[in-house]
């Protein structure tokens, strides 16, 4: 059975930067899109970046425009996001998801679209 886990949470102060990794194992990440969201304490998951299962096509939420870089390893099978001059307001439980329907040209920043999830990796911006 297909599992995606989540890695390279932590707590770090402002201004720092944190790459958290999302691997695969059980099957292979390269026919679909992936998508990281996150969900703070009393707020709704918010979708934070993906990118399409041909790596052409990238999204970032307005508020992290800039600072988060999303990238693939196929050969590790490993989707990254790579945040930096991460604010207090980063902080949240980010999870990385699959779109197995999404077509390879796009991907989506609506959670309701993925279809798998992992368990999710702590991040802590202190001020």
């Known amino acids: 059975e297909g599992q995606l886990v989540e890695s390279g949470g932590g707590l770090v102060q402002a201004g720092g930067s944190l790459t958290l990794s999302c691997a695969a194992s059980?099957?292979?990440?390269?026919?679909?899109?992936v998508g990281w969201f996150r969900q703070a304490p009393g707020k709704e998951r918010e979708g934070v970046s993906c990118i399409s299962s041909n790596d052409r096509s990238t999204y970032y939420a307005d508020s992290v425009k800039g600072r988060f870089t999303i990238s693939r390893d196929k050969g590790q099978n490993t989707v990254y996001l790579q945040m930096s001059s991460l604010k207090p307001e980063d902080t949240a439980i980010y999870y990385c998801a699959v779109d197995a329907m999404a077509p390879y040209y796009n991907c989506s920043a609506d959670g309701s679209q993925y279809d798998y999830w992992g368990q999710g990796t702590q991040v802590t911006v202190s001020s």
């Open positions: 059980g099957f292979t990440f390269d026919d679909y899109a």
